[in-house]
């Protein structure tokens, strides 16, 4: 294995959404996910938006956010066949780092309910989870 982790860039999109469409969980139908609205985050995140490749391929995914104050973690996966290799520890240890540099105190992230699978690593990573907050959201597009 020769593993590569980079900063993404809008060209892969095309290996990224085939990694999302094969991982369990990533509910690609809740935002715009398009190659528009993902080069969108990386343009504004560019420092915040990471690959992990083997031999050229993608088999990681992990986009940072952050409105400022608060970083979000979004599309966070690994090809099934590389995982418990530390691949996503490592591209969330370099998201949080450039959070820490701009300033971020906070991280959160959305996993859908059914994800035990996902909830057990954030868990494991010292993530908690809300029982205080319901999540809202509205689509302005359907407006």
């Known amino acids: 294995m020769s593993l590569k982790i980079r900063q993404m860039v809008p060209d892969d999109y095309e290996s990224a959404y085939q990694l999302w469409t094969r ?26 938006c990471f690959v992990a490749e083997d ?23 690994v090809d099934e066949r590389y995982r418990h290799q530390h691949i996503g520890s490592q591209l969330i240890q370099l998201v949080l780092e ?24 954030w ?10 907050i319901t999540y809202l959201d509205k689509d302005l597009t359907d407006s």
């Open 23 to 48: 991982t369990p969980g990533m509910n690609l139908k809740s935002l715009d996910n398009s190659y528009e609205g993902i080069k969108k985050i990386i343009d504004c995140n560019p420092k915040l």
């Open 55 to 77: 031999q050229q391929q993608i088999v990681g995914t992990l986009l940072g956010g952050t409105d400022g104050r608060k970083g979000y973690f979004y599309h966070t996966a």
């Open 98 to 121: 450039g959070f820490k540099k701009q300033g971020v105190q906070k991280v959160g992230l959305f996993t859908t309910n059914d994800n035990l699978e996902g909830k057990t690593f």
């Open 123 to 132: 868990k494991h990573l010292g993530f908690s989870e809300r029982e205080d």
